[in-house]
């Protein structure tokens, strides 16, 4: 895999080029690829999580002086999810880039995001590595700062899945219940599948690093589906 191309899209050149390979290296690549001393990516992403995380808090503490704790925080949270990060990762085209066994390649929808969003998290650990705190600082502020001015707008930061309940109980009579699909990843950095369900009716999935963000995910997704934003 030729990362030159994808070095020129985002305008940053590596000094270590093997830490950008290694973060678009996904765990299951090393299973049918094992020779040579390759690294699948999810240390680097544990790093890229924590830093990110703080680029944008810092970000956001100072965009917003007046909000209080809890809508800051909200704020990060609809910024860092899954849903976000892999429209993101998506728009820079590391889909092209990604190294997965042949059967994550053929994973699409709410699989292939999760892979994303793991993966973008990873590539900001490894520029850390490369190249310092101020270099994330440029590329986040590039990719993921512009999305803040239209979550707050649209508050897609708020409880969705209280939302969705009202709607639910509102329209259809029902509470809407939830069910975990599957967590992936080790239980220092597990990745959870929610389906949120209407009746016997599954409306949509969520993404999320605990069961709490994937349910809120659901909801947000399932808000959209139903058209009862």
Not at 183 to 190: A, F, Q, S, T
């Amino acid at each position: 895999m030729d990362f030159a191309k994808f070095e020129k899209k985002i305008g940053i050149s590596f000094r270590d080029k093997d830490l950008l390979r290694t973060a678009f290296t996904h765990r299951s690549y090393l299973n049918e690829n094992r020779k040579g001393k390759m690294e699948h990516n999810e240390r680097l992403e544990f790093l890229g999580d924590a830093v990110l995380e703080l680029v944008v808090t810092e970000y956001l503490f100072a965009k917003y002086p007046e909000q209080n704790e809890g809508d800051l925080t909200s704020y990060r949270s609809a910024l860092v999810n899954a849903n976000t990060l892999s429209g993101v990762a998506e728009g820079l085209g590391m889909n092209d880039y990604l190294l997965l066994s042949r059967g994550e390649a053929k994973d699409t929808g709410r699989a292939r995001q999760v892979i994303l969003a793991n993966t973008i998290e990873a590539f900001i650990g490894a520029l850390f590595q490369d190249g310092g705190y101020e270099i994330v600082q440029k590329f986040v502020a590039a990719h993921l700062f512009p999305l803040t001015d239209e979550i707050v707008a649209k508050r897609s930061w708020l409880d969705a899945k209280s939302h969705f309940q009202e709607r639910a109980q509102e329209i259809a009579s029902v509470t809407p219940s939830y069910e975990t699909l599957k967590e992936v990843g080790p239980d220092h950095d597990k990745h959870f599948t929610v389906a949120v369900f209407v009746g016997k009716e599954k409306v949509a999935e969520g993404l999320g690093k605990s069961k709490q963000e994937a349910e809120q995910d659901a909801a947000k997704q399932g808000l959209e589906a139903k058209g009862w934003g």
